[in-house]
């Protein structure tokens, strides 16, 4: 079995972040492994509090992970400091890791900035030349790029512009108003778009963390970047089109709705 690690924050409600990865990386067929950045005591309705791994000890999860059962791919969601990210991006590098994602969580759907300013400088420093695929979406490639996103067009320029400043391939996502559903892939190959299905669901919590994930699951089994990324992108409007509703918020996606056998089997 291919395995992939997921390093990112824990979501104590279950719908985003390790916890969403790891449901993802599983129904996506490899084995899941984790180095957690930050806890978090959220819900469907926000964050209520969070606390920060410290440097030395994610640094001692990836030794951890790495040098026992070594990861096929790599995704990196959120993390908030540039120390942080500097022990990640050390460690990948000392371990000479493959099949890295990089889903730079920085700005929300609501326009808030995620984490500081420096943070921001290090992860484009460090992490994202490592990468072999970043995930931003329109307001975090508005911020990679330095300009304005408002159509297909704007999309293809401004992802060329993020793939030959950091050199790794970039999937920008659609929505925010903006080619809603349709994603664009700037790689090797040249542009590439990805239509998708709009799902008229309000309970999108942790779409991002499902997609990129999938991703890296793909890619660990061996999949070329773009059949990784269609792989994913079906994945997940499977899970958005189960229409699972818990919560009072933007709940959770059913990352489960393609399990079948005994055990997934509602009592009588």
């Known amino acids: 079995m291919k395995t992939a690690l997921s390093i990112a924050g824990s979501d104590s409600s279950g719908g985003a972040g390790i916890q969403a990865d790891l449901k993802t990386m599983t129904m996506n067929g490899v084995f899941a492994m984790t180095a957690i950045t930050a806890l978090t005591a959220q819900n469907t309705t926000g964050v209520q509090a969070i606390q920060?791994?410290?440097?030395?000890?994610?640094?001692?999860?990836?030794d951890?992970?790495?040098?026992?059962?070594?990861?096929?791919?790599?995704?990196?969601?959120?993390?908030?400091?540039?120390?942080?990210?500097?022990?990640?991006?050390?460690r990948l590098r000392?371990?000479?890791?493959?099949?890295?994602?990089?889903?730079?969580?920085m700005v929300a759907t609501s326009g808030a900035r995620l984490i500081r300013p420096e943070a921001v400088e290090t992860l484009t420093r460090e992490l994202l030349p490592l990468a072999i695929v970043a995930t931003p979406n329109i307001p975090e490639a508005e911020l990679?790029?330095?300009?304005?996103?408002?159509?297909?067009?704007?999309?293809?320029?401004?992802?060329?512009v993020i793939r030959d400043r950091?050199?790794?391939?970039?999937?920008?996502?659609?929505?925010?108003?903006?080619?809603?559903?349709?994603?664009?892939?700037?790689?090797?190959?040249?542009?590439?778009?990805?239509?998708?299905?709009?799902i008229d669901n309000p309970n999108t919590h942790g779409t991002g963390c499902t997609l990129s994930s999938a991703i890296a699951a793909?890619?660990?089994?061996?999949?070329p970047l773009a059949v990784a990324v269609g792989r994913a992108k079906e994945y997940l409007t499977g899970a958005l089109s189960a229409m699972l509703d818990l919560g009072k918020g933007s709940g959770p996606m059913n990352h489960a709705w393609d399990l079948q056998g005994e055990f997934a089997r509602e009592s009588d």
């Open 144 to 160: 990679l790029a330095g300009c304005t996103i408002d159509s297909p067009a704007a999309m293809e320029a401004a992802a060329q």
């Open 94 to 105: 000392f371990y000479g890791a493959e099949n890295i994602v990089v889903d730079p969580v």
């Open 218 to 223: 793909n890619l660990a089994k061996g999949y």
């Open 64 to 90: 951890s992970v790495f040098t026992d059962i070594r990861p096929d791919a790599v995704k990196i969601g959120m993390v908030s400091s540039p120390e942080l990210i500097s022990v990640i991006a050390d």
């Open 52 to 62: 920060e791994a410290t440097p030395d000890f994610l640094r001692q999860q990836l």
């Open 166 to 198: 950091y050199g790794c391939a970039v999937l920008l996502k659609g929505g925010h108003r903006v080619n809603d559903a349709n994603d664009l892939l700037c790689w090797d190959a040249g542009l590439q778009w990805f239509e998708g299905k709009r």
